[in-house]
Each structure stands twice: as C-alpha cells, then as structure tokens.
C-alpha cells in the first residue's frame, strides 16, 4: 500500500517538526526516479557547488568506501568519522536536502567518474517524503533507479543499503512513511552486490519511542552520540562485505 502524495507543510506539521534545510522553491514535481539537482536558499548554485567539490574530491583519488546520501550522511562528526572510517579510506558524499533523484544526478554528473571504491554506504529516502512529497512506494522506486545507476558506474563496489532510521514519536505520519518506505526497499537488497542493514531498532526503546540522547529537537537529525551508535551497527557489516 502507498501513501498519497503530501505537501511538505502538512506532512511536518502533523509530525511535529520543522525541516532544517532552507527551500528556495519547491523541486520541480517530476518523480523520485527521474535525476534532478537539489535546493538550497540561494539556488541550485549553492547545491552545485557543493556537488562539484565532491566531484574535485573524487579527482584526488584514495577513495576506498563511499558514504552517499542527505544530511545523515553529510552530518558524520569528525571525530566519529575519524575513529570509525577515516583508517579505511572512506570519503563522505552527503549532501543535505538530498533525494533520491538528486542523488542520481550526481551519480550521472561526475561524482564517480574518477574513483572505484570497494563500497559504497547508501541511506537516502527520507527528504522524498519532507521535501518531495513521495508515496514511500515512489520513493522505493527512485531508490531502485539509485541502485541501477551505482551497479552501471561501479560495478565492482559493494553497496551497503542502510534502513531510513526511525523519526518523530510513535503514530506521527513520517515514522509510518519511513516504515513502508523501509519494508519496499529491503527486498532490493540481493545479499551479495547489495547488502541490508537496519540500525533502526537500536535507536528505539520498548516503547517505540526514539531513546533519549540521539536525535536532535526536530527529532529527525542525530546527536554525536547516536553516530557512535550507528558506526557500531555499520563497521561489522562493512568489514564482511569488504573482506
């Protein structure tokens, strides 16, 4: 079952919270699978900068893991980083406000044009559902195009598909979308070029409420603490899917 299409507004309104990243407009309303730039206060100027350092990043070569993805990706603390990742080459590609189908425009523009990582660490969907207004399906389906799109451009690398990480409280509309959304992706996953990990249920309590100490007050971003908590989920998996 698919959720009908959602206004930005309502749908964080009715969650109880505020979206971090500052719109300029709203994305063009193509769909979640078809590749498009992202949105910032001052343009697509500012997101493309972005995406053209990233582009420079890969130029410089030594690259051996990818995070890709939103400002989950993007807001890995550098000393978490550095204790968890940094030794094994990995170089973040997080871009805030991301989708699904900007992070397949910068697969097709450059990003990975010059690297050839061992894996590559992909969680994006969530800003589909607060900045796009996708059904969890649509958003499922961009994340298909997502995973396509790596196999064509680096067809050797290993892709470990984080689960979306629980948001808001219990019984809000985004912690339903987020479940869907999850439970259509998960069989994406083969178990060998493309592997599945849901930390999800470590950032919950019996409850179903999300633990005290990981999430910001939109509950939605993470605390320092919490990426502790997720590089303890995500270093095993790497390590078997690199080995």
Do not use: C
């Not at 193509?30 to 992202?38: L, Q």
């Not at 990003?111 to 059904?135: K, Q």
């Not at 005290?212 to 790497?238: F, K, R």
């Amino acid at each position: 079952m698919t959720r009908p299409r959602v206004a930005l507004r309502a749908l964080a309104a009715a969650a109880g919270v505020t979206v971090a990243v500052a719109l300029a407009a709203r994305p063009s309303p193509v769909n979640a699978w078809t590749p498009r730039v992202g949105y910032f206060t001052d343009g697509p100027a500012g997101w493309l900068a972005l995406h053209d350092g990233l582009v420079a990043r890969s130029s410089r070569g030594g690259v051996g893991v990818v995070f890709l993805g939103d400002s989950y990706t993007e807001g890995w603390p550098a000393d978490a980083w550095g204790r968890h990742f940094a030794p094994d080459g990995a170089a973040n590609y997080g871009i805030r406000g991301d989708g699904t189908a900007q992070v397949l425009w910068r697969i097709g523009h450059g990003e990975f044009d010059a690297v050839r990582p061992r894996a590559v660490v992909l969680m994006v969907g969530l800003n589909n559902a607060l900045l796009a207004g996708d059904s969890p399906g649509d958003a499922a389906r961009g994340l298909a195009a997502v995973l396509a799109a790596l196999r064509a451009k680096l067809p050797a690398a290993k892709v470990l598909l984080l689960a979306v990480l629980p948001v808001g409280d219990p019984g809000h509309p985004l912690r339903a979308w987020v479940a869907e959304y999850n439970a259509e992706v998960a069989p994406l996953a083969d178990g060998h070029a493309v592997r599945y990990l849901d930390a999800g249920p470590q950032f919950l309590r019996a409850d179903g409420a999300l633990k005290e100490g990981l999430y910001a007050p939109d509950l939605i971003h993470l605390s320092d603490p919490a990426y502790d908590l997720l590089a303890a989920a995500i270093a095993p998996a790497l390590a078997e899917i690199t080995r």
